[in-house]
């Protein structure tokens, strides 16, 4: 996020895309009713009825897949009227013009025919996000999980510039963050191409300054994506796979290609708390420990870095996670001196200058912001005041393409997956709980009703959806939460995993898999059949 | 009171002591005990309020010969004296240490974070219920009004459990809330207002209106006010005060007896 | 008797909320939330309440293991890290570091990511590190 979650508080305006965020974020959605209970706007955009858009002072329901056709609409309605922020446009951004030559494709009419959203509702939403300031964009999956998604978020960042709303409180564009430590993760160099603090292994001087600490230089060549990984599997490139607490047979897209490359694989590692189903693959299991079982930090989606405590020892003879590497790493004749996490925070600030001002004493229970570049700097709540981090805003300009799969007759329906607010991810955590798995306890699909009276399938039927790439059977449930020819089915069920359908089309830039739109068909199971899933 | 508890401890009146210590600025809960008394030093007040009776109680699940200090607000005291009378904890194996709260000029430091009036701003004024938590200052507002605030408010909830499993006198192994055949899973909000309604009786001639479910309700429901409705109905038909006496409340609806709700929810 | 009650975070979505894990005895028996958090003000959502349950659950591994006969059987630690790391150094002799693939996650904490990248980086000389963040 740019901002801080408790710059909410000082919105007027907020605008919720492609985030069911009381369901995934309930502690920001807490702070959006806060919000709107104060006076805020409230718009949501979102394809399904989400609980939020009970509280909005707009709500629309587009199109899957058509969000830089809703966004481009949104502004060119805003140049069209002057709304937008011609000050902030001169002083701190280029490439305005030939973007505004591109927004000139997105008259309201054909925005509307497109998205499927009423002119008058493009219109009110446009007025609002652009004179009540400041506005603030929030945005989760709904956004980046598409073949356009950077598309996605370059709309919303150009939106954002538009009405001068990046940079000061209350503004800015701010992706929520879907799992507890993805920031870390990416911060600590979780990524192929960047070392940690978001240092490019390319470049010689980082690469140099790394190996005066390492002892070892690392390599400058760029490594591979996930997807590029599973390619590598399935030719033969990558030979060993070291799986460190995620469970890719439960979140990649097409699990049957994944599974044959996982076959190919000399060697297999896992270290995780659960037999996850890739676990159930492996060739070596580490039994890792869970988050009250050893200290550390963890990033949450406002970059603020919090301390981690341990409450009690891992299960039987598990280990914390931090143990383990150092113990491999000193199998393969490269000990690590590190006798507990905070030896390893303080290497982390050595050679990642965003954390460097950061100890654990300072972090306490409050934790810090990065930037926090020097024992006495106070942490970064907002990013890009004064000027971007690399000098103007670039507009970049966007246009609306089509999802990679559309519905047609063979599979006329849009399948999105997400989650719901009980469980989470891939469900090897939430669903060892109690309580979470009595709250839902079985995988279902959710259906328009009057989809579903065509089909004459009932609330709680057991049906079967397919895409081209396979089908699972579970149960139905009829909401007019979703639109008329759409699908909703969450992903957390590994039974009737979600991604054995799913499209593992990519954007080309972000890699990230279109999870949120693919063309599906439904239909009911009549007596006998059981729930199994069947290839095609 | 840092030598009260030091003597309670060291005289081996209590084995342990639950009261607060600060931790990084935050005032937190702390289990003191006669094995490290040099803790008691850190002994504090704390202005945030955290169920320290249900802590004690679990720990009297646990061993039910422990002798347990507690640092206790009056709300505190009145939920231990309905945990007794629900036969949950042994009132011998508790011994409160009073907390000056309720504020009056005549004492000092004294501080409750439910008397802070919630924020309200104008959407809230014209759809949430007002939040004084006087029941008398709704019935200004004519019933369909009443009604109509209300689902606004029920409609918010997020289904995060936390008013049951922050309420000092919710304790029931199979909470009714939870029950397949009264409440639909799996969606949010949860059914409006059985949700609310069903918890609602339970806290009949129960709820020691402490008012930690209120402010730990991430959406900001004000959920004090409801229960105290309920509350004054027990209170007006059998004169009974929750928290004042030993006796169980006239009127009694636990989660283990589910299937009664639907019964008296019709009433 | 001992109790115990430790302030974290919860490790579940990125909001990052600050828990307070209740331990008596050892054994952890419940998740408040902390009520003067910066980020979640005493406020937690249905996951968060049950966040010890995940980690209490009797479906947790226990050991470590290594596949033998086609079935993964319960080892030592020295035998499993062994097993690892010769036939991760077998692979990379044979077909180079770049046959090697990491991934890291957004479930353990800042520490491990950065260990586990220049285990990667230093130790078995690969950029191949990535980790499930567009999932
Ligand atoms: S006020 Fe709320 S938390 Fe306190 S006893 Fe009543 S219902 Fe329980
Ligand atoms: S605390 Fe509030 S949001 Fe949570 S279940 Fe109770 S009423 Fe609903
Ligand atoms: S059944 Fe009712 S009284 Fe019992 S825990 Fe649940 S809500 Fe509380
Ligand atoms: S308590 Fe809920 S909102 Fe907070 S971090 Fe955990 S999962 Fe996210």
Redesign the interface.
Known sequence: MTNS??DMDRSECLFVIGSNTTE?????A?RILRAVERGAALIVADPRHIQLARFATVAVRHRPGTDVALLCGLMHLIVRNNWHDQDYIRQRTEGFSSFERVLQNYPPERVAQITGVAVEDLVRMAEIYATRSPAAIYYAMGI??HTTGVDNVKACANLAMLCGNVGIPGGGVNP??????????????????V??GYQP?GDEQVRSRFEEV???R??G??????PE?IQ??QEG??????????N?RG??PHLRHLDSALEKL??L?VQ????TPT??K???????S?????D???????R??????????P?????E??R??????D????P?N?EK?ED??E??RRVTPSYAGMTYARLG???LQWPCRTEDDPGTPILHVGSFARGRGIFHPVAHKEPAECPDDAYPFILSTGRM????HTGT??R?????DR?QHTAYVEIHPKDAQTLSIEDGDQVRVSTRRGAVALEARVTNRVRPGMLFMPFHFQEAAANILTNPAADPV????E?KACAAAIEKIMGGETAQERSV | MKDIVRTWLESGRI??F?GYRL??G??????F?KERLEEVEQLTESL????LEK?AH??LQ??PA?RIGLMARDCTQRSVRVLAAWNQIDMDRIRVLTMSCCPSDAKDKAFCSYLQEPETGPVRKSNGMPSTGDPDDCRVLPAEERLRRWLYEFQKC?????CR??CPVCFCKDCGLEHEDLMDKGVVPPEVPLFHLIRAVHMAGRCVDCGLCE????VGIPLRLLYRKVNGIVTDRFGYRVGQTKDQSPFNVLGEFSPLELSSLDD | ??????????????????V???????????T?????????E??????????????T?P?????????RNGQ?QPV??DE??????S??????E??G???????????????????????????????????????
């Not at chain 1, 299960?315 to 280990?319: C, I, R, T, Y």
């Not at chain 3, 479906?59 to 596949?67: D, E, Y």
């Not at chain 3, 036939?87 to 990379?92: H, W």
Request: neutral net charge; proline residues 6%.
């Open positions: 979650l408790a995934t974020h309930p502690m920001i807490k980046t999980q929520l963050r879907g799992q507890n430590n993805v920031q870390g993760a990416c911060d600590m160099g979780g990524l192929p191409n070392l940690p292994v390492w002892g070892t690392p390599p060549q760029m490594g591979k994506t996930i990984m590598g599997m490139r990558i030979r060993a796979l070291y799986v460190i607490g995620e890719p979140s990649e000399d060697l590692i995780d708390i659960f037999a676990a159930q492996a060739d070596v299991v580490f039994a890792a869970a988050v009250a079982e050893k550390g930090t963890f990033t949450n989606t406002e603020r870095c919090l301390r981690v405590r341990k409450a009690v020892d299960p039987g003879e598990a280990l996670d931090w383990i590497l150092c113990r491999l790493a199998a393969l004749g490269a690590q590190f996490p390893i925070f290497e982390i229970i409050d934790g607010f009980a469980h989470y955590m939430t060892a709980s109690t309580h979470l709250e972000a890699k990230i898999p999870y | 084995d342990l639950l931790v990084d935050h005032p937190i809960p702390h289990c005990s945030a309020r955290y169920p802590i679990q720990m646990k061993d422990v997020i289904k995060c459990y936390g499993d922050i402010e730990a309700c991430p | 008797m001992d109790c115990r009650l430790v302030p974290s975070v919860c490790s579940y979505c990125g909001t990052g909320c600050g307070l894990f209740s331990v008596i005895d050892g054994t952890l028996v419940g408040y939330p902390i009520k003067t958090h910066p980020v979640n005493g406020s937690l959502c249905i996951k968060g309440w049950n966040l010890h349950e995940h980690i659950s479906k947790r591994l226990r050991n470590p293991m290594i596949r993964l030592s630690w499993a890290i062994q097993e690892a790391a036939r991760l150094r077998t692979v990379v044979e077909h570091p770049d046959s090697v693939g990491v991934l890291t996650s957004a479930k353990i904490t800042n520490e491990e990511n950065y260990l586990a990248q220049k285990l990667a980086r230093t130790v078995i000389g690969t950029n191949n590190v990535d980790h499930c963040a567009r999932l």
